[in-house]
């Protein structure tokens, strides 16, 4: 057998049992992820004409009524710049209110709305939130080692410089 791309990256043979190579369990449990979230995405959409982004955003909002766009950005864990397009589409729609902070003019507080808070009475557990949820229950070396190789794996495919957006969310503002 040669060793082509298409061979090195299928399974090896042990006995007459196949077992998968690193490289197609590394993409296979990438590939679950991503399926998982697109199938969360389209089922969030039709329920309620969100994206699983933007209810998980809601739902993080929620825990902590009056956050910053800082401080939410840290609750989902991704960039103020990506939560900062989410929460404007969400004030756009009516889900989310952004008002001048009391004791700081210069802090937007976001709060959610009653049909914010609707959405989320009979929205499910993200998917976002069930990945958290099992990051948080990997021991705390576990938790670096996969941050580590996976940055690692980005920027050895090239890819380090692309921006972190949150899951499956279009990247530009509503006008």
């Known amino acids: 057998m040669t060793r082509s791309p298409e061979n090195v990256a299928r399974s090896t043979q042990q006995g007459s049992a196949a077992v998968p190579s690193d490289a197609a369990r590394a993409m296979d449990s990438l590939?679950?992820?991503?399926?998982?979230?697109?199938?969360?995405?389209?089922?969030?959409?039709?329920?309620?004409?969100?994206?699983?982004?933007?209810?998980?955003?809601?739902?993080?909002?929620?825990?902590?009524?009056?956050?910053?766009?800082?401080d939410l950005a840290q609750r989902t864990r991704t960039t103020q710049s990506s939560i900062s397009e989410v929460v404007a589409r969400l004030v756009q729609r009516g889900f989310v209110t952004r008002e001048s902070s009391k004791e700081d003019r210069r802090r937007a507080e976001l709060t959610l709305t009653?049909?914010?808070?609707?959405?989320?009475?009979?929205?499910?557990?993200?998917?976002?939130?069930?990945?958290?949820?099992?990051?948080?229950?990997?021991t705390n070396s576990e938790?670096?080692?996969?941050?580590?190789?996976?940055?690692?794996?980005?920027?050895?495919?090239?890819?380090?410089?692309?921006?972190?957006?949150?899951?499956?969310?279009?990247?530009?503002?509503?006008?």
């Open 143 to 175: 938790r670096k080692a996969l941050a580590d190789h996976l940055e690692a794996w980005l920027a050895a495919s090239g890819l380090e410089d692309v921006a972190p957006a949150l899951f499956f969310e279009p990247s530009e503002r509503p006008r």
């Open 31 to 70: 590939r679950r992820v991503v399926h998982a979230l697109r199938v969360a995405t389209r089922a969030s959409e039709r329920a309620f004409g969100l994206s699983a982004a933007q209810l998980f955003v809601l739902r993080r909002l929620s825990a902590e009524p009056g956050q910053s766009l800082r």
């Open 114 to 138: 009653a049909d914010g808070q609707a959405v989320l009475a009979n929205a499910p557990e993200t998917i976002q939130e069930r990945l958290l949820h099992g990051f948080d229950a990997l």
